[in-house]
């Protein structure tokens, strides 16, 4: 358990949820900006990446390697290791939000909650969840958020800020 629960998946965890708010907040910002959900998963994306990039190599895996050629390296590497849960983030959007929204809002009975309670109708939480179609884009995209923390620790840890001896006993 001690090998689980320690400083580095404790702040990855922190630093995961601060990227999640970066990405959410972005997103949503964008929609409301725009009406585009597809741009908004598109500069989310970036955004979250480049901020989960500089976060997990300052305070999360404490990796000492500033030269140009290393950071790009790494970076490089990070992307990559991010355009998988990019695609899946893509991918479900556009199925669960773009292509069948009236499916997964009748499948999780949206459409039969009242949007005028508080919870709902507050200016914090409007732009979020103020209605059954952001609701439902609400809730997919908290799923990729919980599956991107998870595929992007292992991705991170293991190939893009690996310690020399621990990718080399691989």
Sequence with gaps: MNKLVNRETISYIFFGV????????????VIKMTGNSMLGVVLAQIAAILFAYFTNKIFVFKDTKWGFIAVMKQLFGFIVGRLFVFGLDLSITYICVKKFPEFFIQLFFLDHINYNWFIFSNPLTKMFIGNERLLNEFIFTLFVQVLAIVINYIISKKAVFAKKEEASAE
């Design 18 to 29: 601060l990227t999640t708010v970066v990405y959410f907040v972005t997103r949503f910002s």
